[in-house]
């Protein structure tokens, strides 16, 4: 809602998540994505029982910046590691093993190694559950019963009133022009 | 899914497929460059022979034992090209890969010149059995009361002794090395057959689009692999570990198995890079199949870093003498090719994996064969690394590049050269692609989709 000052209600007064618009087919929820996109929303999201090739095209996703986002966290884990043992073993405590020199960089590699795929491998779960805003407890579309056989054989587009596009009559007009085969209005 | 794509009209997909299959697209005309290519194999083999037989005549200021040296790392780096687009095929064919049905046949094509880069190798071989080892000590009678190497005799010898029978003293007469010499034999015909068999099926599929090669090929595969891990491991001990018989390192063939691969991929995608410059393949090998092609590459350069560096890393920590002189004697502050080693740390893995974890690099044929043929020097500074310092070790000669550096340079330009010949002869002979492949449907729609 913040994203826009127009606040849309229901008739009894709730106020409105968005239009879910049901469709048959992966072809007709492909085409309707298509359309949307080219409508310009932005605050939308496609719902089917299994994952469509092309999809990520006909919604126009860009592509996910977690990759640099491991990339950092992974760099960042080796040189942590790196400067964590230089400190410890030729710094801060120093002790002769197996008569190598204080500073030997062969015995870091292996933590070193291992701490960049740690930070990667958090920097991935955590990123990842970030940029999708996961967890949360509870959504709007969970209290359609229509909405539940989006894991079966029904293909969903719901479209939020926060997007700057948003009209409830404009965009119902957009979905069922889509294909939908049933629109309907969800409430916060 | 492709009655949905289909559906979907998404531009690409099987709806031109008939168009991407054009003659003129995926094949070249039959018997060109035939004898551009026979010329340069020859020209190939020829120049690497020259660095044999001025060792021999002691020309040009080279040592035979210099020759060898420099004549054994062009051609086993060569030699470990084939071998790791052998494994390719095989891996290929063992995980179903579906998307690479139109780059399968490429790496078939550089697989094939396994019997000639391994006919290439054995000069080098002759030459140190006839001369009673030059560069492979073990061979030299001088060395027969060695320790270790009485430890190991039977890996080279059995079953022949390079013992007296009675009196359990060393013999002075140089002993044939018969188990060496099988095990050759072995290679030889195992390499022979597969990448034969693997080309040929794939032509016969070519002709007839029976399915039924296809698992043919995968069963052939099954077995096949464990042959070539076996035979791959054990070449790269005895023709490369075996520069110095007092090292050892169980990790080494996994080291020659790693840097081939690394180097085998590298020239598959110069192979199609080039084909796809010269305007062939358009839109059946795409930007996806050089993707792909690309994270194969990427992985293998980190595997090798994380195989040396192993290797390296458990030698260090151990600390027993017959190891570590390997290392020593390459890596001492004083040794001339101390800086080789951190080149090698930095070009055949620090650059390599910050350029190729590049999404964009992958992507781009022209960047990723920069990358390849990068690649593959790094390969042959890698042999290089391992086969050049053992010329000067051993007989208190001056280490250093001055004396013959020329063949060292021909040693490894040769081979390379004749790979090339062989290449030009060999791609425009059968179709670029493996176009009745079950699976050319899904390579032809093969796309990443993260």
Known sequence: MAASNRIYVTEANEPIYGILAEFATPASVCHAAEAVRDAGYHKWDTFTPFPIHGMEEAMGVKRTKLP????????????????????????????????????????????????????????????????????????????????????????????????????????????????????????? | ??????????????????????????????????????????????????????????????????????????????????????????????????????????????????????????????????????????????????????????????????????????????????????????????????????????????????????????????????????????????????LDFKFFSTMWGVYFFAGAIFSGTATLILTLARLRGSGKLQGVVTKEHFHDMGKLLFAFTVFWAYISFSQYFLIWYSNIPEETAFYLYRSDVNSPWRGLGIFLMIGHFIAPFLIILVRGVKQRPALLGAMAAWAILVHMLDIYWVVRPMVDAGDGARPGLENGFWADVLGIVGPLIALLGYLIYRVPASCLIVKRDPYLNEALEHRNYV
Request: aromatic share 12%; hydrophobic share 50%; charged share 15%.
């Open chain 1, 68 to 188: 640099m986002l491991v990339a950092a966290g992974g760099f960042t884990g080796v040189g942590l590691a790196y400067l964590m043992q230089w400190w410890m073993s030729a710094v801060d405590y120093q002790m002769v093993t197996q008569g190598k020199p204080y500073h030997s960089w062969q015995a870091f590699v292996p933590i070193t190694f291992e701490l960049g795929i740690l930070f990667s491998a958090f920097t991935a779960i955590i990123g990842m559950l970030a940029l999708n805003g996961l967890p949360r407890w509870n959504h709007p579309l969970f209290k359609k019963e229509r909405f539940l056989s989006s894991s079966d054989d029904r293909f969903f587009v719901c479209i939020e009133a926060g997007d700057t596009k948003f009209d409830p009559d404009r965009t119902r007009a957009l979905l069922e022009k889509a294909g939908a085969t049933s629109i309907e209005l969800v409430e916060e």
């Open chain 2, 1 to 242: 899914m492709s009655q949905l794509t289909a559906d979907m009209k998404h531009g690409h997909g099987h709806t031109d497929k008939a168009h991407l299959l054009r003659p003129a697209n995926i094949s070249l005309q039959h018997g060109a460059g035939r004898g551009l290519g026979v010329g340069l194999l020859v020209i190939g083999a020829a120049l690497s022979l020259i660095v044999l037989g001025a060792g021999a005549a002691g020309a040009g200021g080279l040592s035979l034992k210099h020759a060898i040296g420099a004549y054994m790392v062009g051609t086993i780096g060569v030699l470990a090209i084939c071998l790791g687009n052998l494994f390719l095929v095989l891996a290929f064919h063992l995980t179903n890969a579906g998307w690479v049905a139109t780059i399968r046949r490429q790496a078939e094509n550089i697989a094939s010149y396994l019997p000639l880069a391994f006919l290439m190798v054995l000069p080098a071989l002759i030459a140190e059995i006839a001369t009673h080892g030059k560069l492979f000590l073990w061979l030299n009678p001088a060395y027969y009361g060695d320790e270790l190497l009485l430890a190991k005799q039977a890996y080279f010898y059995a079953p022949l002794h390079i013992t007296d029978p009675e009196t359990h003293n060393p013999l002075t007469t140089p002993v044939f090395p018969v188990f060496f010499v099988l095990r050759t034999v072995l290679y030889g015909v195992i390499w022979t057959f597969l990448s034969r068999t693997m080309a040929k099926l794939s032509r016969q599929q070519d002709e007839s689009g029976d399915i039924a090669l296809s698992a043919r090929a995968r069963f052939t595969a099954s077995w096949g692999m464990v042959l070539f891990a076996l035979s791959t491991a054990f070449a790269g001990f005895d023709y490369l570990m075996s």
